[in-house]
Nanobody, 116 residues
Framework: QVQLVESGGGLVQPGGSLRLSCAASESILGIYAMGWYRQAPGKQRELVATIIRDGTTNYADSMKGRFTISRDNAKNTVYLQMNSLKPEDTAIYYC??????????WGQGTQVTVSS
């Protein structure tokens, strides 16, 4: 069972940047897809970005051009670089791993707050 630990959240001003990290407890080479989701207060959890084993990435429309997902297989870590942050990006960000049987694993989440 994959365990995921997120880090890198915090308070940032509008227009600022943050980089989130998600460290996996095992090699991510065998994991079909990894991604980031977020959940704002009173809203459903939504997709932010995913990266599958072959490196193909996918982004929610509102994140395209501002967020970049990447992976470091040697460190078993996935990153989310977030630029030009807006107050509406405020949410808890969750790391997700989907194995080859399409079983989902989730981290505990990291809070991102965009406010002046």
């Amino acid at each position: 069972q994959v365990q995921l630990v997120e880090s890198g959240g915090g308070l940032v001003q509008p227009g600022g940047s943050l980089r989130l990290s998600c460290a996996a407890s095992e090699s991510i080479l065998g994991i079909y897809a990894m991604g980031w989701y977020r959940q704002a207060p009173g809203k459903q959890r939504e997709l932010v970005a995913t990266i599958i084993r072959d490196g193909t990435t996918n982004y929610a429309d509102s994140m395209k051009g501002r967020f970049t997902i990447s992976r470091d297989n040697a460190k078993n870590t996935v990153y989310l670089q977030m630029n030009s942050l807006k107050p509406e990006d405020t949410a808890i960000y969750y790391c997700n791993a989907k194995d080859t049987r399409l079983t989902n694993y989730w981290g505990q989440g990291t809070q991102v707050t965009v406010s002046s």
